[in-house]
């Protein structure tokens, strides 16, 4: 199984996207550089704004991720609640 990965600069706005993400996809890793966190996940990743928000405590439109999204791997799925990254349709 290939792996998917989504970076973001690392900053204070992209920290709780990380923290939900690592919290959603357990089997994803961050690898944290100087002003990038990558993010590697087996096959699937999926970014919850459900998750985002409780870690904020306020509203959030999933589009917001693409401010400070620098690059990213993987066919993508997303609609207001979910953002997916994965290898298959």
């Known amino acids: 199984?290939?792996?998917v990965f989504i970076a973001f600069?690392?900053?204070e706005e992209s920290r709780p996207i990380v923290d939900a993400i690592l919290a959603d996809n357990p089997e994803a890793s961050a690898v944290y550089s100087p002003g990038l966190v990558k993010i590697d996940c087996p096959g699937r990743l999926?970014?919850?704004r459900e998750?985002?928000?409780e870690q904020i405590g306020r509203p959030f439109d999933l589009q917001q991720?693409?401010?400070n999204l620098v690059t990213l791997s993987g066919n993508i799925d997303e609609d207001d609640?979910?953002?997916t990254l994965s290898w298959t349709h």
Request: hydrophobic residues 45%.
């Open 65 to 67: 991720i693409h401010i």
């Open 9 to 11: 600069q690392a900053n």
């Open 46 to 48: 999926v970014v919850k």
């Open 81 to 83: 609640d979910r953002f």
């Open 51 to 53: 998750s985002i928000e």
């Open 1 to 3: 199984m290939s792996n």
